[in-house]
């Protein structure tokens, strides 16, 4: 089954202590990004990946980094998580170039930073 | 830098009504448009999309409009059901998929 696998789907963490959220994907697909969802302001991304070792800032990429090491995976990094950090966060993959079409997002990752 | 706005953000109608929400972006090398649905508690999921070389597509009850020279293009449901209750996501990317944009989101209560 094609999805795009994310994990945790919940965690509460204190502020300046580093966490990873991990994202996976079974599809091939090139580009891999990474949002978070706030409410009344929708989708907002934070890194993207063209391809392996390719990663290039979102509109909100402070306080993260993420790494594109293998095709399939795109984890996001928080060195030092606080509290404005707290948000749902969503992992999508797509095709790109001639192929552009929807992204498939995962389940979601609700983070609180106390 | 590019963006996409999203009207109107909250928007109720009775069942069996029309629902159209719009969006307009600034990007004018996005050529790809999807829509996406969100279920409360779920992930956004893709209802329709469109491409820079079509004005319009129908799917069953929900059909999208492109107006390139307008840079605007909307959504269009009709019959609307008590399941069709969601927040739609309107999202330009451009080519080579560099970066999707999305509209802030349009939260459609469908009143039975």
């Known amino acids: 089954e094609a999805q795009v696998t994310q994990n945790p789907r919940y965690l509460i963490t204190v502020t300046g202590k580093k966490l990873t959220v991990t994202c996976s994907q079974n599809?091939?697909?090139?580009?891999m990004s990474w949002y978070r969802q706030d409410p009344g302001l929708g989708l907002r991304q934070i890194y993207y990946s063209m391809n392996v070792e390719v990663t290039d800032k979102g509109d909100v990429p402070e306080g993260y980094k993420v790494s594109r090491k293998e095709k399939r995976n795109f984890p996001l990094i928080l060195e030092s998580p606080s509290p404005n950090q707290t948000s749902l966060y969503f992992c999508?993959?797509?095709?790109?170039?001639?192929?552009?079409?929807?992204?498939?997002f995962g389940q979601g990752t609700r983070l609180t930073v106390v | 830098g590019e963006n996409v706005e999203q009207h109107p953000s909250t928007l109720s109608v009775q069942e069996g009504d029309s629902a159209v929400i719009k969006c307009t972006y600034s990007d004018s090398a996005s050529n790809y448009f999807p829509w996406y649905k969100q279920e409360l508690g779920k992930r956004p999921q893709l209802i329709i999309d469109i491409r820079s070389n079509v004005g319009e597509k129908k799917d069953q009850r929900i059909a999208v409009t492109l107006n390139k020279t307008a840079k605007h293009f909307s959504l269009h449901i009709t019959e609307t059901q008590p399941e069709d209750s969601a927040v739609y996501f309107c999202?330009?990317?451009?080519?080579?998929?560099?970066?999707?944009?999305f509209g802030a989101g349009t939260r459609l209560f469908v009143k039975a």
């Open positions: 999202a330009a990317k451009n080519t080579g998929g560099f970066k999707t944009i």
């Open positions: 599809m091939n697909h090139e580009y």
């Open positions: 999508a993959s797509s095709w790109t170039g001639e192929r552009n079409t929807e992204a498939f």
